[in-house]
């Protein structure tokens, strides 16, 4: 891309404005610290050129928006066609206080919905279940059966909205719910869209919330992949999630490269179910942490792009271009908000939602600055929006596509990031024996993963105890009092409200429908076939998600980890 007598004179000259300009300079006044480096201490150099990127190959490295390897984006027009769906994460109480706070959203400007369960729902426990008591309604919405999916969407129009479900080991019962609703509203299955995160994958690598095995578990996953090719195709039955991976401690290129090689992995089951690559692939999507270092993150969702593209070209043959478009939802990340000055987060999640908007991505959750210390206040969700929307309206940030693509250290720092990501990928494919399925099982069996990720973090938490890593309010610049705002706080009687619902539902549904309906998924477990039918009608008989549940511990059976020695 450069003249090669350019590119020796750029050098010539870089070198003699170290030795006569820069050094005498730092001799005066010295510099800041010993060493510059991003949160994942990457080391970053004092002044990039374009001798940085002599090897850059415009066409083949970069390329235009819209088109292959798609590293300046996925869509021709970016945000000046549309900007990214606002989409802020909310769930807490009952379904009916989730409802309020669902279309108190939407009429401040959301332009999408996302759940969050709690933690009975997320482990597949009814709220009734002994080891949820204490823990309904706490941490996400309370969701045990049809009829609470029912109050969740009440007065939303689903053919209209989409809603993203951030759920795991019972992902399959809460999209059999959100079908059986389309279903009993007379709303066409094609019309419903979303995403569901049901990254099981992720849950034994990163986040730690199973019920049955690995293997098991990802049986259901291409079951929910299947179906979705067949009857929803605007619902994205997987969100790959390095959100999780990057919040238990990994790197930016741990987090890149762990996820890639879970999204491999699924296309790889799901191929050999026997589903052509792109039946599917498009309705993949991805969910990817953004952090303080802005040009890191900004050059991971370049790289991810460019990996994504290249690899599912390559290695999976596929030829339908949405196949090979990596698309994905960005979330700041909660691991850097401090219960300390807690307003400081708002500055950095602003931060963290600009690298996320200047790397293209295609929805956007902001976390709030309260989150920290409890469930968003709705005076903090609120500011979260807002956040979104100056920076969509005010700033400019949304006017040009890939506004940071050609500089010298985006660009060189992209490169290093692929090339790392890809080292690792690679490492797992190889421990598979050529399969990054096989491969990435290995891993989660052999403590591959929690090796690796625990490494980066203890190294990561070093530096902040060491001052190295300055969190401001934490470490430096602290102050003295309490900085605590008024937080949310999610009442008792919330459960008993749950159960109440609960019991009568149990009351009033057809208890033999529901024996034959447990019935019915006994012999598709054990029979290998596809379970996302049956869970549909299931669910209608009002069958509760607990139940279902433990049919599939019971025929799979649990999981327990175990670290073993490499």
Known sequence: MYDEDDLASIREARDEWESETRDPFVEKGGERKDRFATVSNHGVEDLYTPADVADLDYESDLGFPGKPPYTRGVYPTMYRGRTWTMRQFAGFGTATETNERFHYLIENGQTGLSTAFDMPSLMGKDSDDPLSDGEVGKEGVAVDTL?????????????????????????????????????????????????????????????????????????????????????????????????????????????????????????????????????????????????????????????????????????????????????????????????????????????????????????LHTNSFDEALALPSEEAVTVALRTQQIIAEESGAADVIDPLGGSYFVETLTDEIEAEAMAYIEEIREMGDGSVRDGVLAGIDEGYYHREISEASYEYQSRVEDGEEVVVGVNKYDTEGDTRPDLLHVEDEVQDRQLARLESVKDDRDDAAVEAALSDLRETVRDGDNVMPVLVDAVKEYVTMGEIMDVFAEEYGTYRETIGVM
């Open 147 to 363: 009829r609470d999916m029912e109050v969740l969407f009440d007065g939303i129009d689903i053919g209209e909205v989409t809603t993203s479900f951030t759920i795991n080991p019972s992902a399959p019962v809460v999209f059999a719910m959100y079908v059986a609703l389309a279903d009993n509203r007379g709303v066409p299955r094609e019309r419903i869209g979303g995403t569901f995160q049901n990254d099981m994958l992720k849950e034994f690598i990163a986040q730690k919330e199973w019920v049955i095995p690995p293997e098991s578990s990802l049986k259901l996953v291409t079951d929910t992949v299947e179906f979705a090719a067949e009857e929803t195709p605007r619902i994205r039955p997987i969100s790959v999630s390095g959100y999780h991976i990057r919040e238990a401690g990994s790197t930016a290129v741990q987090e890149l490269a762990f996820t890639l090689a879970d999204g491999f992995a699924y296309v790889e089951d799901a191929v050999d179910r026997g589903l052509d690559v792109d039946e599917f692939a498009p309705q993949l999507s991805f969910f990817f942490n953004s952090h303080n270092s802005i040009f890191e993150e900004v050059a991971k969702f370049r790289a991810a792009r460019r990996i994504y593209h290249d690899v599912m070209s390559e290695w999976y043959d596929a030829e339908d271009k949405r196949s090979t478009q990596l698309k994905f939802h960005t979330q700041t990340a909660g691991q850097s908000l401090t219960a300390q000055q807690p307003l400081n987060n708002i500055v950095r999640v602003t931060i963290q939602a600009l690298a996320g908007v200047l790397g293209g991505t295609q929805s």
